[in-house]
């Protein structure tokens, strides 16, 4: 006997695809930032490092409903080899994918 979203259990699995769906969504327009970023595209992921635009690795991303935090390596593009610093960056994403909110602050040398 086929599903159809009428049914209780196909209903929270629509929705459980659908939450799915908008976290890898979030994840992935948090991370095309990172990429911009490192394109050189003025970021606020990199305002906390100005004068200087570093290369940004992403060490780990976690989605949990609209929010998706992000651990980054940030290392310098030029110049005498500098310090690796990390950043921790948090999204909220709104319903169409806009960012409605961006904390990004830099990790104390102990939490690398």
């Known amino acids: 006997m ?8 196909s209903e929270t699995l629509h ?53 998706v935090a ?4 940030a290392t310098a593009r030029t110049g005498p080899a500098a310090p690796v610093r990390c950043l921790l960056a948090q999204f909220r994403f709104d319903g169409a994918g806009r960012i409605v909110e961006l904390h990004a602050a830099p990790l104390p040398a102990a939490a690398r």
């Open 70 to 73: 992000l651990r980054l390596t």
């Open 2 to 9: 086929p599903l159809t979203l009428a049914e209780p259990l």
């Open 15 to 67: 929705t459980l695809l659908v939450r799915h769906t908008v976290q890898e969504r979030n994840k992935e327009l948090a991370l095309a930032l990172v990429e911009s970023a490192n394109r050189g595209e003025p970021c606020a992921l990199t305002d906390p490092f100005a004068p200087d635009r570093p290369l940004l690795a992403c060490d780990s991303v976690l989605a949990e409903g609209d929010r």
